[in-house]
């Protein structure tokens, strides 16, 4: 079919916007020329109309115009401006043959139009009436716009012509000039805003309807209970459903913020007071604002302190206080004068005045063999069926799960118990009393020999050999030279000043026995007037390297005095510390080779090149050995972990009682450990270290020690000093309530209970109380930095 087929009024806007390939798609249908008269049709395209006396004639305008250009100029404005506005999108529509009998009208008045055309001799003022009459009528055929549908409003923008409804066949149809043009596509951008629009509403109605039986469901429940009866039956509804406090936005989707904040505060509550009923003691959260105050001291990351302490509101930093004013403070060495100020024991003095009569009787008693399950449980780490069996044993667990889980429900347990109910907490420091038994070399060296004689251990199993020695004349260098002369061919060892040794000061490596004995034979004193004394150690030669360099382990415990009972809780993550330099035995004046503190590595000028900080991850480590040694099957966490908790327990023990002996209320204190492995992959303890470095050198420590110190807080201070009840919050701090779930987010699993092991460890040291020379040592001797500073 060709394109004149088409052409009724070719040159009409509307069949332009329809021819335009720009716009819409050409348009294909059947039109049969008899229906529309094709003959009179052809002769209005061959005699145009004069129509120069329609119009007042213009001086630039002398131009004959057609019958649809006349159209076109009445439309023009119209049409354009709907041009501008309305962007088209692509449709497809068909013409079909018209039974409308406006359609024939019409037609008849083109006729006559085109009659007087035919007729037309001159400019006879007749002839233009009757004109302007036709012109009239086909304007207002064309004028007329039925309906205020949206989709009627884009086709006529799009085509400029009357829609109407054909309710019979329920279509759509387009009249144009007498034709009638059926849509079979609508305009898809209208449509695509209809239904965004219809979709928007819904929502909105929804959302009303939600907000309405919402706003229902709550003035019913207010009507028949309390605000605070209604969230201890929330609560304890969910504890039913969910002993461990897993929580899901499904579960409190219902629940609003203010009843989110008050099931939280519960939960850590409750958290804290399982703690706390492990040393048999409870503290009663505050009704009332409470502002305690604290202190930090300077280094060692103090602004990590201070920063943990921001999300405890109740607390207050008061740099200036005096230690009478103050509730806490946080050093890097204990102060003396502070801890004066704590209260004592009553209880523990009459522990260490027991008769020796006694103990004797106690020795004699048979000793109740563990059962395999416990001694399985003891050695077991990291793998636990319930989050409580890491910090309390499984009868208490069963026990206080049965409680009413309120603050009310806590006291009434407690009562019953025979807790010691505790209403606020004057002093705590963050160094137990007697630190220096683990913290230096020399005391944790003898503490842990006479531990093992004991119990008749090899301590060299876990320790490397070692020598305390005070000069060339002590009996203890004796020993060092026979073993020398023993084992021959070991001529690599350390020598460590005995006093004032942190950070790798002082620690000297040497090859031969004449370098030892030059640094044993000198007569050196401390300012305190004190001698020196040395720590002579078989250095591991053959250490287990990764990438051909040598590394250490750091692991951090923490104890806990509160309420006359210590307990010891071992932290699950740790890393390494790589050194910066490949592994030379026969080099050994390189620090940068040998020793792995950070306060000498960070000088090095390839630390951190090949670790980001020279810290490397123990997840790191074990896909290290996966790759590296899969023929030997090593795993770090069933292999090597174990044994490393199991040697932080035999020092704990060593030194239990010794540390606290008149146990003031109340202490805590964050330890760090240093392992070395063998090339057997064989653990060894090297050190302790009372104030273990927790400045955030690299991203591995950036997560690690914040949520070490974190959950070491809750352990301990939070403990104490509970956060108040839900009425002393202020409305701007209750964003700072601990929105994680306590109990699966704490890392520290209980590793010694003085309640289960304190008596028996006691009965084990009776007769070897105040048996050697580090018994009793000056505060000046302790480690005044921290290890890495």
């Known amino acids: 079919m060709n394109r004149e087929d088409l052409a009724i009024y070719p040159f009409t806007p509307q069949f332009q916007t329809i021819y335009n390939p720009t716009l819409v798609h050409p348009m294909s249908a059947f039109i049969s020329r008899q229906s529309y008269r094709n003959n009179q049709l052809q002769r209005n395209k061959l005699n145009k109309l004069n129509v120069e006396n329609l119009y ?14 006349a159209l076109q100029a009445v439309k023009k404005q119209q049409i354009e401006q709907q041009r501008k506005v309305s962007l088209y999108k692509e449709t497809t529509v068909s013409l079909a043959y018209s039974d409308s009998k406006n359609d024939d009208s019409i037609v008849q008045k083109i006729d006559k139009f085109q009659n007087l055309q035919n007729t037309q001799l001159g400019t006879q003022p007749d002839l233009v009436e009757d004109k302007k009459t036709i012109i009239i009528d086909l304007r ?17 923008n799009i085509l400029g012509v009357q829609q109407k409804r054909n ?41 009303q309807s939600i907000e309405i039986r919402e706003s229902i469901t709550r003035s019913v429940q207010r009507r028949r209970e309390s605000p605070q009866s209604k969230i201890k039956n929330v609560s304890q509804q969910s504890m039913r459903n969910n002993q461990n406090f897993r929580f899901s936005l499904n579960e409190y989707a219902s629940l609003s913020r203010d009843q989110l904040f008050q099931i939280k505060l519960l939960n850590y509550h409750y958290f804290l007071f399982m703690v706390s009923t492990q040393s048999n003691f409870y503290v009663v959260p505050s009704n009332n604002q409470i502002e305690l105050q604290f202190k930090v001291g300077k280094g060692n990351n103090s602004l990590l302190i201070k920063e943990t302490f921001k999300q405890r509101w109740w607390w207050t930093l008061n740099q200036e206080s005096e230690n009478k004013e103050l509730n806490f403070i946080w050093t890097q060495i204990k102060v003396p004068q502070y801890m004066n100020l704590q209260e004592w024991s009553k209880e523990s003095i009459q522990i260490f005045k027991k008769s020796v009569s006694t103990i004797s009787a ?54 019953k118990r025979g807790l010691k109910i505790i209403e606020n907490i004057d002093k705590i420091h963050n160094h137990i009393e007697r630190n220096y038994h683990l913290g230096n070399k020399k005391a944790m060296f003898h503490n842990m020999k006479k531990y093992y004689e004991l119990t008749k251990q090899d301590l060299f199993q876990h320790l490397p050999v070692t020598f305390h020695v005070s000069g060339v004349r002590d009996k203890s260098y004796s020993q060092f030279l026979e073993y020398y002369k023993e084992k021959k061919g070991n001529g690599i060892w350390i020598v460590k000043p005995g006093e004032f040794t942190n950070r790798g000061n002082g620690i ?72 910066s330099e490949e592994f030379n035995i026969n080099d050994v004046s390189n620090q940068y080779v040998h020793l792995t503190n950070d306060a000498i590595q960070k000088y090095s000028e390839a630390y951190g090149k090949f670790e980001n900080g020279n810290k490397l991850s123990f997840a790191e480590f074990q896909r290290y050995l996966d790759k590296w040694h899969s023929n030997e099957h090593l795993d770090f966490y069933k292999d090597l972990y174990p044994q490393l908790k ?34 057997k992959f064989k653990p060894y303890l090297i050190e302790i270290n009372t104030n273990p470095c927790l400045e955030l050198s690299s991203p591995l420590l950036g997560r690690i020690i914040p949520a070490m110190v974190e959950n070491a807080f809750r352990l301990s201070i939070d403990t104490l000093v509970p956060p108040p009840e839900s009425s002393s919050w202020p409305p701007n701090k209750k964003h700072l309530l601990f929105y994680d779930n306590l109990l699966e987010n704490n890392r520290f699993q209980l590793l010694f209970d003085e309640k289960e092991e304190g008596q028996e460890i006691r009965t084990m040291y009776s007769n070897q109380i105040n048996d050697d020379q580090i018994d009793e040592m000056n505060e000046e001797e302790e480690e005044y930095k921290s290890d890495d500073d």
């Open 56 to 69: 007042p004639k213009r001086q630039h305008d002398q131009r004959h115009i057609s019958l649809p250009r």
């Open 140 to 156: 207002k055929s064309f004028s007329k716009v039925n309906g205020n549908n949206k989709t009627k409003t884009v086709l006529n």
């Open 167 to 207: 309710d019979n066949e329920n279509e759509y149809f387009i009249s144009i000039m007498g034709l009638q043009i059926k849509a079979s596509k609508l305009q898809e951008q209208s449509f695509v805003r209809t239904k965004a629009h219809s979709q928007e509403k819904e929502r909105e109605q929804t959302k």
């Open 362 to 415: 106690d020795i004699k008693r048979p000793k109740k063999l563990q059962s395999p399950q416990s001694q399985k449980k003891t050695s077991r780490f990291g793998k636990f069926d319930d989050p409580l069996q890491k910090i309390m044993s499984d009868q208490d667990i069963n026990e206080l799960k049965s409680i009413d889980k309120s603050v009310q429900g806590f006291l009434k347990f407690a009562e």
């Open 508 to 579: 000297i490596v040497c090859q031969n026995l004449n370098e030892i004995h030059r640094i044993v034979n000198k007569r050196q004193t401390h300012s305190n007037g004190k001698p020196f004394t040395y720590l002579i150690q078989k250095y591991i030669e053959k250490p287990f390297l990764y990438n051909k360099r040598k590394f250490d382990i750091r692991c951090y415990f923490l104890i806990t005095q509160l309420n006359n009972v210590i307990r010891a809780y071992w932290y699950e993550e740790g890393y390494l510390r790589t050194s």
């Open 646 to 679: 199991m040697i932080t327990l035999n020092a704990i023990k060593s030194v239990y009682h010794k540390i606290e002996p008149y146990k003031k209320n109340y202490n805590f204190e964050i330890f760090g450990l240093d392992f070395m492995i063998d090339e």
